[in-house]
């Protein structure tokens, strides 16, 4: 799918635009900084139980409330890959940032704030809590994490979504259900070599003994 506010009159941006990553990622509200110069495209792709989109805007500010996502069964979450500047998202007690050559999660079941002052080219995966949690253990300490993406497995994982997005009018169904499995298993890996989520692992597995004793 290919999206652009080219055409779009300006009274009408802020729901259009809104809209348009509703339907792509889950529903959220809009709020761009300057209404009548913004512009924005939207680029997205299926890769099996991944969602893949490329995305180019102006300043705007999203709102995910809990009146969105207040009869969603399944969760997701998505992988945010700034490449102009820096992204801001808060989310329970967590304030942070992230630029270039790095990665965002954010909870999509959870409220959450994410914004950007000026234009910004972003990568997002959208990705199925269920399937990290299956690899990773629980999922609740993920929420606006910032990964390194610069060296080791994280460097190995933003090269494969670049290459995935170089080729993938020339992926067909089949390659580009395996390009999503490749991306979500390189995602997993570096996540879990992150300290952070280590600690996490050990806590709930050590959790998990003591009630076992108990």
Not at 85 to 95: E, L, M, T, Y
Not at 164 to 191: F, K, P, V, W, Y
Request: with cysteine.
């Amino acid at each position: 799918m290919k999206y652009s506010t080219r055409n779009c009159n300006a009274a009408d941006k802020n729901r259009v635009w809104a809209q348009t990553l509703s339907e792509t990622y889950f529903p959220l509200s809009a709020e761009c900084h300057n209404v009548l110069e913004f512009q924005g495209t939207l680029s997205s792709w299926s890769l099996g139980i991944l969602g893949l989109s490329v995305m180019e805007c102006d300043g705007v500010l999203y709102h995910r409330k809990r009146s969105h996502f207040a009869n969603e069964k399944d969760s997701s979450l998505l992988i945010t890959i700034p490449h102009k500047g820096d992204v801001h998202f808060k989310q329970a007690s967590r304030d942070t940032k992230c630029g270039p050559g790095g990665f965002l999660v954010e909870r999509g079941d959870m409220p959450y704030e994410f914004w950007h002052g000026k234009r910004n080219k972003l990568w997002v995966l959208k990705v199925p809590t269920a399937s990290v949690r299956s690899r990773l253990g629980a999922t609740d300490r993920l929420g606006a994490l910032t990964f390194d993406g610069t060296s080791g497995v994280g460097a190995y994982f933003m090269g494969a979504v670049r290459n995935t997005i170089a080729c993938i009018d020339e992926i067909n169904d089949a390659g580009r259900d395996m390009a999503g499995q490749h991306l979500l298993d390189l995602l997993c890996l570096s996540m879990r070599s992150d300290g952070r989520i280590l600690d996490s692992q050990s806590s709930t597995i050590r959790a998990a003994h003591l009630q076992r004793a108990e």
